[in-house]
């Protein structure tokens, strides 16, 4: 019974992040709709190469399969902005776009806070449950165009691991 109590409780964990994953990249639509009607690009290194740095030196999660997963994160949200604005190409602007620094990267942050925290004790004692758990995810019919591709590199160093 222990046993079977311990695998449902990897399997949970492994669900818990893995929905945050898919929390995240579903916040690269609002990111996507944001600069479109800005114009702003899609990508910015120096952005990234900052967020990255202050993001795992503030959760202390600065090893090698954290820094993995935060950059696939980061490019699984590109390949999904791009593929929404291209989908958008000459259309009009939205109505109502969120503000990013103010709408969109506090939920970013919060997400990604809360998944580095889980990765530690994961990576370590749950890869196939966790990989498992990544193959399972399914996307809404009118956008699994734009976020099917973008979660194989989102799970890449899970599903790689």
Partial sequence: MAASAG???DRQAAERFVG????RLLLSREVAIAKFNSGAPVEDLKREKALIDQTL???GAEHEFAYRILRAQIEASKAAQRRFISKW???????HAPNLAKDVRPKLDLLTTHMLSMLPKLHETRPA?????ATQVRWPKQDRDCFGPAWKVAVAPVVEN
């Fill in 57 to 59: 030196k503030s959760t």
């Fill in 7 to 9: 695998a449902e409780s």
């Fill in 129 to 133: 449950v966790l990989r498992r758990a």
């Fill in 89 to 95: 190409a000459g259309h009009p602007r939205f109505r």
């Fill in 20 to 23: 945050l994953l898919r929390q």
